[in-house]
């Protein structure tokens, strides 16, 4: 029978454990991450579309003020 176990130094030890502590902290922020990405999503696509709105009304301005002469 051959066993796939290795004697781990008591550093590997602590190093695993402080991944493993890590890695499910972080599992358990992931709601709260999407929702970050989420929301920070939504304000980009919003500025976006302001600035996109602010410059076509620039443009027909513009292009009122050109058939007005």
Known sequence: MTYWHT???TTEKGLIGTATSIGSSVLSMLPH???T???TGLII???VGVATLIS???DI???RKELNK
Do not use: D, P, Q, Y
Request: proline share 0%.
């Open 56 to 58: 076509v009304i620039h």
């Open 45 to 47: 696509g919003i500025c």
């Open 33 to 35: 991450l999407e929702t």
């Open 7 to 9: 004697h781990f130094s």
């Open 37 to 39: 990405l989420r929301v």
């Open 61 to 63: 301005r513009k292009k």
